[in-house]
């Protein structure tokens, strides 16, 4: 992943976190369970990781057969958060326009 999209993917992720918990508590585990979960349920896998603030982890696991996502946070004690999920999972690998071009 390029670093644009990293940060691209970062930002979503906090904007999701921080609207998340304004609205209501996610739901959280044990990351083994909640991994299996999504795995086992809707046979996603992890598709991408990144770091939110200094503590905890986001990632992002996807299934190609089932289209489902899910953006979850893991605590420092090892609880794992569902953030969102949805539907319409697409894998893409595109470069964006230069800094200061016009689309």
């Known amino acids: 992943m390029t670093h644009p999209m990293l940060a691209l993917s970062l930002g979503f992720g906090g904007v999701i976190l921080a609207t998340q918990i304004a609205f209501s508590a996610p739901q959280c585990g044990g990351r083994d369970q909640v ?5 086992e349920r809707y046979g996603e896998i992890r ?3 990144g770091l939110v603030g200094e503590t905890a982890v ?4 996807a ?3 089932t289209g489902t ?3 979850t946070v893991t605590m420092p004690d090892g609880q794992m958060c569902l953030m969102a999920s949805g539907v319409g999972y697409e ?3 595109e ?7 016009r689309i």
């Open 35 to 39: 991994t299996a979960l999504l795995s």
């Open 47 to 49: 598709r991408a990781v």
């Open 58 to 61: 986001m990632e992002i696991f």
């Open 63 to 65: 299934s190609d057969t």
């Open 69 to 71: 996502w899910t953006i």
């Open 91 to 93: 894998a893409v690998n």
């Open 95 to 101: 470069e964006l326009p230069a800094r200061g071009a």
